[in-house]
């Protein structure tokens, strides 16, 4: 098993109520950047993966997020280049670059080229649809959105197998000279995993290019009858799916004491989380959503955007927060969520002893053969953030990965995806193990 | 009440739905952006004496979705098609927002498809200030509120009022993805569009717009006047986006009057 971290390399120097006055991270206005701060946390956050380096983890992951403070990884690209040079061994995961939203794939193409040569191999690519709010800042129609990220992928496989100068004319995208110079060290191109948050139809496309899918902390039960569908998927296509073809990425924090993990780990609820990312309006932009993904959220009873009564017309719903709201209120309520989201194991937080059998539980029922740990947001310390990291790796990790070994948790690179035969007629092997989500109450 | 009816006709090389009622001399609606929102009081008043057609737009949810066209001047080019085919040109338009921005580029490239075209609101131009309201950057409930002065306007409330019905949210999430399809950017106007109108000298055109338009700023329909010198101009005041639904009398007597010149 493959274990690698993981952070959004927040921004730390922001006053939380700026973010909850504006409902979200997404907007919020950058006449709060610090250049000093950010060039600090820029070089810091570089740091810190050199230091996951030293500790034994076996691959630090990047993202991509645009014109917010809940990431500062803008130009994800640039921080891997970087660390292709300033690292030795670990592989650098990319989660992922947003394909529709940049819309210039032989740019791309060149960029991660670049990036795996410098490293000598050691660049995992992955590719996402971008979040909705990634549409509105770079401009990219949403409702295009799925076309461009197959169209781009497919074009950038073949401008790293097929020899140029050689012509394309998609529907998306046009390139009369196609022969780039930079092609990757790997061969025939890096391998490429690809992360997401429940989407059947992303899975189904997964299983059939055999890309390992990597699960975004998504809750358990649901996240199991996925990879049923990646399972059921990749056996159309004539192979038995296991550990090899999963990945899974968790909030993690770790402390030396319990109180003093619970206290920082709160911080993973700062500015309302994950879940104030981008306001409904920027998270589901018109066209971004398949017809069958509107039709079941049309069904959903309790909606943001059902029940548009005369009254409820009434009600501004789009922008921020008016004055007047009592946001130490609204920080209670985060902190609910944030041990709620420890009950359904969404957050791990804890010492190395009570962080490990919760992890262990994760294994066991989702067998992923990527596990990585996604480091806390908010306002946490270098020195606090490091300690953190250094619990995961000196304690946590040998105990998980002596765990995953017993219960075969194979990666990629022991395994090919897509390399264990199965017939259509055969019964296929589970690839969960719901047990023990009825005894956690989490079915 | 006019009768009207649904009816699915095979032309320009697909299906498409048109509402039709009324009865007297052809008249052609071209909706706005959030789909066609139903029969109501303005459409009986003319109805006496024309007979609407109206084409539920490709990939709104009862059309289908025409892929080739990827911008409203594919648009405007296929319902031409639509007409041509059909029988009907030339024809009087009413356009509505977005559909005056379909019906500005039909007459752009064929000023003979129309003898009378009615723009209430048209999107198309870039404004000569302020700017078209980015109503995909919004929810759907601030949206509709977006588009009334007053949400107590009895045509509104019978198009909008009580629940949304799955069904109905379906309809408006497919109205605002296809519109997101073809006008995502430059967002809802084309840059050409205005010179090609300078051509367009012999067609009676007529401009309206609400004082209190929020979707729409006067820029548009400046626009427009620079482009089409002798549009006539009528604003109507303390109404919005929807001088139809907020004030049907008004809009009537406005439009009735211009048909009949």
């Known amino acids: ?443 | 009440m006019a009768n009207w009816t649904e009816e699915t006709v095979k032309v320009a090389g697909t299906e498409l739905v048109l509402v039709r009622g009324g009865a007297g001399r052809p008249l052609l609606m071209l909706h706005d952006e959030l789909g066609y929102p139903g029969w109501v009081s303005w459409n009986d008043a003319l109805a006496e004496e024309r007979e609407f057609i109206i084409p539920l737009q490709p990939g709104f949810g009862k059309s289908p979705r025409l892929d080739w066209v990827r911008s409203y001047r594919d648009l405007g080019g296929f319902y031409a098609r639509v007409l041509r085919e059909m029988n009907l040109a030339p024809i009087d338009v009413i356009a509505f927002s977005a559909g005056g921005y379909i019906a500005a580029e039909m007459a752009a490239s064929d000023p003979h498809i129309f003898s009378h075209m009615v723009l209430s609101a048209p999107m198309g131009l870039k404004p000569t200030e302020g700017e078209i309201f980015d109503f995909l950057a919004v929810t759907i409930r601030t949206c509709l509120m977006q588009t009334v002065s007053n949400p107590e306007a009895p045509d509104f409330a019978k198009i909008y009022g009580g629940e949304m019905t799955p069904e109905q949210f379906e309809l408006f999430e497919d109205a605002r993805a296809e519109t997101a399809r073809l006008g995502w950017e430059p967002f809802m106007y084309n840059p050409s569009l205005g010179h090609l109108l300078e051509g367009v000298t012999q067609l009676p055109t007529l401009l309206i717009w609400g004082q209190e338009d929020a979707v729409v700023p006067r820029g548009c329909i400046d626009a427009y006047q620079k482009a089409i010198p002798s549009a006539q101009v009528v604003e109507i005041p303390r109404v919005g986006h929807r001088p139809e639904v907020e004030d049907p009398e008004t809009f009537m007597q406005v439009v009735k009057a211009f048909l009949a010149s």
């Open chain 1, 1 to 443: 098993m493959q274990v690698a971290h993981f952070t959004e390399r927040p921004v730390r120097y922001l006053h939380e109520d700026e973010v909850l006055k504006n409902r979200a991270y997404f907007a919020v206005s950058n006449r709060h950047f610090d250049r000093e701060k950010a060039a600090d946390d820029y070089n810091y956050y570089l740091d810190e993966a050199c230091y996951c380096e030293e500790l034994g983890f076996d691959g630090v992951a990047l993202n991509e997020h645009h014109g917010n403070p809940f990431c500062m990884g803008n130009v994800m690209n640039v921080e891997a280049a970087i660390l292709a040079r300033i690292t030795n061994r670990v592989r650098i995961i990319l989660i992922g670059n947003p394909l529709p939203t940049i819309k210039h794939p032989l740019r791309m193409a060149e960029e991660l080229a670049e990036i795996d040569l410098i490293s000598r191999g050691r660049l995992i690519t992955g590719w996402v649809r971008g979040a909705g709010s990634e549409q509105f800042f770079n401009n990219a129609n949403p409702a295009y959105n799925r076309e461009m990220f197959n169209e781009a992928h497919d074009f950038i496989v073949q401008a790293w197998t097929k020899p140029g100068p050689w012509r394309y004319e998609g529907k998306h995208f046009h390139y009369r000279h196609v022969n780039p110079w930079a092609l990757p060290y790997q061969q025939p191109h890096p391998p490429m995993w690809i992360p997401g948050v429940l989407s059947p139809e992303t899975v189904r496309w997964c299983a059939e290019h055999r890309y390992p899918y990597i699960g975004l902390g998504t809750s358990l039960g649901p996240t199991c009858d996925l990879w049923d569908i990646y399972a059921e998927e990749a056996q159309k296509h004539g192979y038995q799916a296991g550990p090899e073809n999963f990945g899974y990425l968790i909030p993690t924090f770790l402390a030396e004491t319990e109180d003093k993990a619970q206290k920082l780990g709160r911080q993973f609820a700062f500015g309302g989380g994950q879940n104030a990312f981008s306001r409904p309006e920027h998270t589901l932009p018109p066209g971004y959503n398949s017809k069958a993904a509107i039709r079941r959220l049309a069904s959903q009873p309790r909606g943001s955007w059902l029940g548009v009564s005369r009254d409820k017309l009434m009600q501004q719903r789009s922008g921020a927060n008016p004055d007047g709201v009592n946001y130490d209120e609204v920080r209670d309520k985060l902190t609910q969520g944030y041990q709620r989201s420890q009950e359904n194991l969404q957050t791990i937080v804890g010492t190395p002893k009570t962080v490990i059998p919760k992890v262990k539980t994760l294994l066991r029922v989702l067998r992923p053969g990527i596990f990585t740990f996604f480091s806390v947001q908010g306002q946490v310390s270098n020195e606090d953030r490091l300690t953190s990291i250094r619990l995961m790796a000196e304690e946590v990790m040998p105990a998980i990965k002596e765990y995953a070994k017993e219960i075969e948790l194979v990666d990629p690179f022991e395994r090919e995806p897509g390399s264990v035969k199965l017939q259509a007629e055969t019964q296929r092997a589970p690839v969960v193990d719901r047990e023990p989500l009825a005894a956690l109450g989490l079915v």
